[in-house]
T-cell receptor, first 112, second 114 residues
Framework: SQQGEEDPQALSIQEGENATMNCSYKTSINNLQWYRQNSGRGLVHLIL?????REKHSGRLRVTLDTSKKSSSLLITASRAADTASYFCAPYSGGGADGLTFGKGTHLIIQP | DVKVTQSSRYLVKRTGEKVFLECVQDMDHENMFWYRQDPGLGLRLIYFSYDVKMKEKGDIPEGYSVSREKKERFSLILESASTNQTSMYLC?????????????FGEGSWLTVV
C-alpha cells in the first residue's frame, strides 16, 4: 500500500469560503479515497474516485484526480463551522487486503 | 449503516499489564484492521485480518498481537503495556477485494499507559 501526502498540513479560512486541499502519491492507483476525522473521533469516508474518473461530486464536495500528475484535490464549497476537521486521502493501488495507508492529513479550521 | 464498535472509549492501564482492545462490526465484513494514531505521525497500521483466524502484520506490529476467532470480532492485545503504547487506537472493517472498498472506522479507543 502507498501513502498519500496531504497539503497543506493546516488551513484556516472564514466560514462561507471554499477550502481546497491536495493529495499527492507516488505510484499508479486503482482508486483514491478521501476521509474526514472530527477531533477525537474515528475517520468517516467522504468520497471515492476511480483512476478512470477525473472529477466527482458529492454535495458540497468536489474531488478531482490527475493521474498524470499523481495528485488529487478536495474542494469544500461554502464552508461551515461543522467542516472543521482533519482530512485524509488514501490512494489504493490494489494487491489485496493490506490496509489503506493514511498520511498526516490536512487540518482544516473554519473560523466563524 | 455499518457500525464498528470499540468496546472501550477511554482506558488507563499500568505498565506491564496485559491489555485487550475489543472491536465488533455488524456488516459481515471479511477485512478488519487495527490502526494507531499519534500526533504528527498520522495513522499507522498495526495488524489486519482478511478472514477468521487469519492475520497479517501491518507497519508497526511490534508489541502487539491480535485475535480473530469470529468474523465480527477483532481484538488487539498488548501483552505487556508500555508507556510508548499510549495512543489512540482505531479499529476498522471493509468488504473483501482488497481495500478498494470503503473502510469503516470505529470511534477510537484512547489508551493511556502509566
Amino acid at each position: 500500500s502507498q501513502q498519500g501526502e496531504e497539503d497543506p498540513q493546516a488551513l484556516s479560512i472564514q466560514e462561507g469560503e471554499n477550502a481546497t486541499m491536495n493529495c499527492s502519491y507516488k505510484t499508479s492507483i486503482n482508486n483514491l479515497q478521501w476521509y474526514r476525522q472530527n477531533s477525537g473521533r474515528g475517520l468517516v469516508h467522504l468520497i471515492l474516485i476511480r483512476s478512470n474518473e477525473r472529477e466527482k461530486h458529492s454535495g458540497r464536495l468536489r474531488v478531482t484526480l490527475d493521474t498524470s500528475k499523481k495528485s488529487s484535490s478536495l474542494l469544500i464549497t461554502a464552508s461551515r463551522a461543522a467542516d472543521t476537521a482533519s482530512y485524509f486521502c488514501a490512494p489504493y493501488s490494489g494487491g489485496g487486503a493490506d490496509g489503506l495507508t493514511f498520511g498526516k492529513g490536512t487540518h482544516l479550521i473554519i473560523q466563524p | 449503516d455499518v457500525k464498528v464498535t470499540q468496546s472501550s472509549r477511554y482506558l488507563v492501564k499500568r505498565t506491564g499489564e496485559k491489555v485487550f482492545l475489543e472491536c465488533v462490526q455488524d456488516m459481515d465484513h471479511e477485512n478488519m484492521f487495527w490502526y494507531r494514531q499519534d500526533p504528527g505521525l498520522g495513522l499507522r497500521l498495526i495488524y489486519f485480518s482478511y478472514d477468521v483466524k487469519m492475520k497479517e502484520k501491518g507497519d508497526i506490529p511490534e508489541g502487539y498481537s491480535v485475535s480473530r476467532e469470529k468474523k465480527e470480532r477483532f481484538s488487539l492485545i498488548l501483552e505487556s503495556a508500555s508507556t510508548n503504547q499510549t495512543s489512540m487506537y482505531l479499529c476498522a472493517s471493509s468488504l473483501p477485494g482488497g481495500t478498494g472498498n470503503t473502510i469503516y472506522f470505529g470511534e477510537g479507543s484512547w489508551l493511556t499507559v502509566v
